[in-house]
């Protein structure tokens, strides 16, 4: 029997009723970010609409990747609901491992999902996801020591610039690094990096007939330029840094800049959390004149793994947790500059919204990535930060692991691009692309 909002939110008498009849409990696997913990937090509110109680696994990015792979590719069906993103959905969705979206509610207005987000989280049209948030990546920095230093942050800075201003504000006696930077191994968090910023290089995984291209000079610009930005003007061990050692850095006033996820805003604004929420101000993520910034696209999404048991539950808590009214939710326990961005087209056209300080500036970054379109160089796949095609997050994982050891001092950059040269021929070779 098909249970729908409609039959779970009306009179009191019928939700009491649904809650006896239909009362499940679902099993959530999520990442370890901020939206996500505070997710959590407000799961009351849904469990008081629907009956329905939650269990959450929360895992750190790298693991919830293993995880939640794992558990669909050999359907051992440990979850009801995954978060997953913009690479896994249209894979997993053509492989039919994935719930098709395409009987949400009316009230839940799909239509409002920012095009860019419904596109990379679609199969053939078919959404297969529903964005708990989008981000693209920006430029976070310090307004006071960028003053300091005698400098004024362009609003689209050249990645010069940006090496010239990290090393104008290290203090290393104070302890404030220039800049922060994921240099942690796994495709989603330093190969994330990496790879957006090699677009601005000039730098692409693979030519049009599939082969690598780490041999190439755009590639060996990237990973010097880093490199050396980071030994100059980066925190010790930045090697195993990612998105949440750096934003703790930030927080604790150790960074002069910071280039990450748009969503990591709200949290360096916050003065509960963050020590210098008062000056932080945000640029685009930066470039070198070739017509690309290096800027990626994601959305954190929330699926229905196929098989699952609690289908209906499970549509009914991504219609509670994506919708506008969950926005409402967490704006009126925690305001505005802490909903969950990026993700619909209504919250950039809310006046109450709009005056947050990033939010057109996320907005912005969002809608300068595009990921058919994302290298100097033609190429032949469609992502910014990656390359959608199933055999790259093992292959990224391995390149990433060698570009971390250039960042930890234990190879040189010429031998990490010749063995992930090698890696990636040889991954491609054996998937029968080449």
Partial sequence: MKRTYGALLGACATVAFASAAYAETITIATVNNGDMIRMQGLTDDFTAKTGHEVEWVTLEENVLRQRVTTDISTKGGAFDIMTIGM??????????????????SEEYDVDDILPAMAG???????????????????????????????????????????REAAAAMTDR???????????KAGWGEGGAFITAMSNSFGARWFDMDWNAQFDTKPWKDTLEFFVGMMNESGPAGYATNGFNENLSLFQQGKCGMWIDATVAASFVTNPNDS???????????PDNGLGKRSNWLW???????AG?????????????????????????????????????????ENPNYMEVPFAKMTLDSILSADPNNSTVEESPYVGVQFAAIP??????????????????GQQSVDEALEKAQAITNDAMEAAGYR
Avoid at 127 to 148: C, H, N, Q, V, W
Wanted: net charge negative; aromatic share 12%.
């Fill in 87 to 104: 690479y896994e959905t249209p894979i997993w969705g053509a492989n039919g491992w994935l719930v098709a979206l395409d009987d949400l």
């Fill in 120 to 162: 990379g989280l679609s199969h053939d049209g078919t959404l297969y996801a529903a964005p708990f948030y989008g981000e693209s990546s920006m430029i976070m920095y310090r307004t006071d020591l960028m003053e300091k230093a005698g400098l004024e942050m362009p609003e689209a800075p050249t990645w010069s610039f940006i």
């Fill in 173 to 183: 006696d104070n302890e404030i690094n220039g800049i922060c930077l994921r240099g």
């Fill in 275 to 285: 020590t210098v929420a008062d000056s932080v101000g945000f640029a685009l993520a």
């Fill in 299 to 305: 959305a954190w999404a929330l699926a229905i793994p």
């Fill in 308 to 348: 699952s048991q609690k289908e209906d539950a499970a549509k009914q808590f991504i219609e509670w947790a994506t919708s506008k009214d969950y926005i409402e939710l967490v704006a009126a326990n925690e305001g505005w500059a802490n909903v969950p961005p990026g993700a619909r087209t209504s919250l950039y």
């Fill in 391 to 408: 055999e790259f997050a093992g292959i990224a994982t391995e390149v990433s692991q060698e570009f971390s050891a250039v960042y930890a």
